[in-house]
C-alpha cells in the first residue's frame, strides 16, 4: 500500500506533470509526499567537484514544488535535495533506504538517437526500483 511518496523534480514542464499527478496521489490517499531533486555533480577525479545546480537553484525550485503541492492542497510535504554522479540509482537508493512505497515521477519525450545517446531516467528508475514507479507524461 502507499503511504510515502517521492517525486524527484528537475524544474522542467515534464517533471512539474509528475508533481501534479504525485500531489493528486498525496490527496487521495493522505500519504507523505517529498519532492527530490537530484544535483549531479561533475568533475572531481583531478580537480573539485561541480554540482550541476547551485544551492540556491536547489533550494528555489524546491521552493517553488513545495508551493506547487501545497496549493494542490497536499498537508504532508517535505524536500530533499540528493547529490549524485548519476540521477536514477540516486532516486533508486534514497527511496529504498528511506521507505518510500511509491516514485512519481514525470518523463520526457525523447525518441530515436536522442533517446539511444541521452537514456531515460525514467525508464533506469522503473526497471531498478523496489516499488511502485508511476511515470506521467
Same mark, same amino acid.
Do not use: F
Given at each position: 500500500?502507499?503511504?510515502?511518496?517521492?517525486?524527484?523534480?528537475?524544474?522542467?514542464?515534464?517533471?512539474?506533470?509528475?508533481?501534479?499527478?504525485?500531489?493528486?496521489? *498525496?490527496?487521495?490517499?493522505?500519504?507523505?509526499?517529498?519532492?527530490?531533486?537530484?544535483?549531479?555533480?561533475?568533475?572531481?577525479?583531478?580537480?573539485?567537484?561541480?554540482?550541476?545546480?547551485?544551492? +540556491?537553484?536547489? *533550494?528555489?525550485?524546491? +521552493?517553488?514544488?513545495?508551493?506547487?503541492?501545497? *496549493?494542490?492542497?497536499?498537508?504532508?510535504?517535505?524536500?530533499?535535495?540528493?547529490?549524485?554522479?548519476?540521477?536514477?540509482?540516486?532516486?533508486?537508493?534514497?527511496?529504498?533506504?528511506?521507505?518510500?512505497?511509491?516514485?512519481?515521477?514525470?518523463?520526457?519525450?525523447?525518441?530515436?538517437?536522442?533517446?539511444?545517446?541521452?537514456?531515460?531516467?525514467?525508464?533506469?528508475?522503473?526497471?531498478?526500483?523496489?516499488?511502485?514507479?508511476?511515470? *506521467?507524461?
Amino acid at each position: 500500500m502507499t503511504s510515502k511518496i517521492l517525486c524527484p523534480i528537475d524544474g522542467s514542464d515534464h517533471a512539474t506533470v509528475g508533481l501534479h499527478l504525485a500531489t493528486e496521489v *498525496a490527496q487521495a490517499i493522505g500519504g507523505h509526499l517529498t519532492i527530490c531533486v537530484v544535483n549531479i555533480a561533475h568533475g572531481g577525479v583531478r580537480g573539485p567537484t561541480i554540482n550541476h545546480w547551485t544551492k +540556491e537553484d536547489v *533550494a528555489k525550485l524546491m +521552493e517553488d514544488a513545495e508551493a506547487k503541492a501545497k *496549493a494542490d492542497g497536499v498537508k504532508d510535504v517535505g524536500t530533499v535535495e540528493l547529490v549524485s554522479r548519476e540521477a536514477a540509482p540516486a532516486i533508486v537508493t534514497y527511496a529504498d533506504q528511506n521507505g518510500y512505497t511509491h516514485i512519481v515521477m514525470g518523463t520526457g519525450d525523447k525518441k530515436g538517437l536522442k533517446r539511444l545517446v541521452l537514456g531515460s531516467v525514467a525508464a533506469e528508475v522503473v526497471s531498478q526500483a523496489h516499488c511502485t514507479v508511476t511515470v *506521467a507524461r
